[in-house]
């Protein structure tokens, strides 16, 4: 009887992730900016102690491991410091680029130790050893540019000549379904199933998910969120495959890594008409967020948001930073937490219909900005037009979310909002 496999995957490390933009726009922001930037080195880690703890046979990296093509020093010298020290564990490492880190840029100035091996950009095959027999085949194969758009998922199929050992395949790509932005080397779970392959550990999306039992089909996402959408606890899987009568199945356990967690908190204030009532329903909403914090989170970074209609709404509107500042405390409670952006979905007790009605400039801006939000291409000529100086502006531009129908309407309703907070005289004509 073959004996049990126990292997760890992880994947998208980015390395030096610059976590640009966020500490400028937090009070007292910039002494979190060695923080953020050390963030990806102690997921690392934090992954070569769980290696280390879990007395992984071997260890499988699917891709994007450094942060962009330039792949810094740093982050290859810690990559390399960590596959040194599985070496002294003797826990093998088997690592393909992503469309992050692609084959052909990466970097040799720094190599890597003897135990890692590095998949080319042709599919091939690596076989793992226990007391010198073949107990495992792990296939892999390395992306070679940012933008592969082939299904490289149909070069792969099991090695028959060591039909009965357990066989791990490597990819870096967009199952369908998986990821509705950026399509990557895209396939579908029946062509990963066609192989013949006993599970597969793929890398690109950011989220941890098991898409299949049978094979085991992993996405390990990142050991630490870069960004709010990146939500949640972060980490990688270990799993432990067995033979049974023949047919190998796999038992997966998340563990956590990531230092800083990212969270939509979302409070509803419905009838709150004091603002100190307010403050408490929204540090308890945020207290309960902390105490649902893994234990190897150090910082919870928040996308705060209100709802629901209240006498504030206008007091919100204008005096959103001061209310901030009134939550800037818990910054120095452990774990820290960080509200990163405050959203307003609120509103005020009086329809806007009634303000539209008004024959001031107030009501004519509201009526504008409803015959934007009713006319969608107007909408669309209006926000070019107005944030051209912006959206042109290179360094800003990769910084910005995609100006979709949902962000517009957004935009739109935030700006009623500014206008009733700063023109509204407190009666309705």
């Known amino acids: 009887m073959m004996k049990a496999i126990r292997y760890i995957h992880a994947s998208d490390l980015h390395l030096d992730a610059p976590f640009l933009g966020i500490?400028?726009?937090?009070?007292?922001?910039?002494?979190?900016?060695q923080k953020l930037h050390d963030a990806t080195f102690t997921a690392l880690s934090r992954l070569e102690s769980l290696c280390l703890e879990q007395h992984a046979d071997f260890l499988v990296l699917t891709g994007d491991l450094t942060n962009s093509e330039e792949q810094s020093i740093r982050a290859r010298l810690a990559l390399h410091a960590f596959c040194q020290k599985?070496?002294?564990?003797k826990i093998a490492v088997y690592i393909i680029c992503g469309n992050h880190d692609p084959l052909k840029t990466s970097r040799h100035t720094i190599p890597l130790?003897?135990?890692?091996?590095?998949?080319?950009?042709?599919?091939?095959q690596a076989l793992w050893?226990?007391?010198?027999?073949?107990?495992?085949v792990i296939h892999g194969l390395s992306l070679t540019n940012r933008c592969e758009k082939r299904n490289v998922s149909q070069l792969f199929?099991?090695?028959?000549?060591h039909k009965d050992c357990f066989q791990l395949g490597l990819l870096h790509a967009t199952v369908h379904g998986s990821d509705k932005s950026e399509c990557c080397a895209p396939c579908s779970l029946e062509d990963l199933q066609r192989t013949g392959l006993d599970a597969w550990a793929l890398g690109h999306v950011h989220k941890a998910a098991v898409l299949a039992d049978t094979p085991?089909?992993?996405?390990?996402?990142?050991?630490?969120?870069?960004?709010i959408n990146e939500s949640g606890n972060h980490g990688c899987y270990v799993i432990n495959a067995e033979n049974h009568e023949g047919q190998w199945r796999c038992q997966t356990t998340f563990h956590a890594l990531a230092p800083i967690v990212w969270q939509t908190v979302r409070v509803d204030?419905?009838?709150?008409?004091?603002?100190?009532?307010?403050?408490?329903?929204?540090?308890?909403?945020?207290?309960?967020?902390?105490?649902?914090?893994?234990?190897q989170a150090r910082c919870l970074f928040v996308h705060l948001v209100l709802s629901g209609t209240t006498e504030l709404d206008r007091e919100l509107a204008s005096h959103s930073d001061e209310l901030l500042h009134e939550l800037a405390y818990l910054q120095n409670e452990s774990p820290e937490l960080w509200i990163h952006h405050l959203s307003l979905e609120t509103n005020g007790p009086h329809s806007l219909e009634a303000y539209r009605e008004r024959d001031d400039l107030l009501g004519a801006c509201l009526r504008e900005a409803q015959h934007l939000a009713e006319n969608s291409s107007l909408q669309e000529a209006f926000f070019a037009e107005a944030l051209q100086p912006l959206l042109h502006a290179s360094p800003l531009t990769k910084l910005l979310p995609p100006l979709d129908d949902k962000l517009r309407l957004t935009l739109l309703n935030d700006a009623q909002k500014i206008c009733l907070a700063r023109m509204e005289d407190g009666r309705v004509h």
């Open 269 to 295: 204030i419905q009838g709150l008409g004091e603002m100190p009532l307010l403050v408490n329903h929204v540090v308890s909403a945020l207290e309960k967020a902390r105490t649902e914090l893994s234990p």
């Open 157 to 161: 199929s099991r090695d028959l000549a």
């Open 86 to 89: 599985l070496a002294k564990a």
């Open 113 to 124: 130790p003897e135990n890692v091996t590095v998949f080319n950009d042709s599919v091939e």
């Open 129 to 136: 050893l226990r007391d010198n027999e073949v107990s495992a």
């Open 216 to 227: 085991c089909i992993t996405y390990a996402g990142s050991p630490q969120g870069l960004a």
């Open 23 to 33: 500490s400028q726009r937090l009070p007292n922001g910039q002494r979190l900016t």
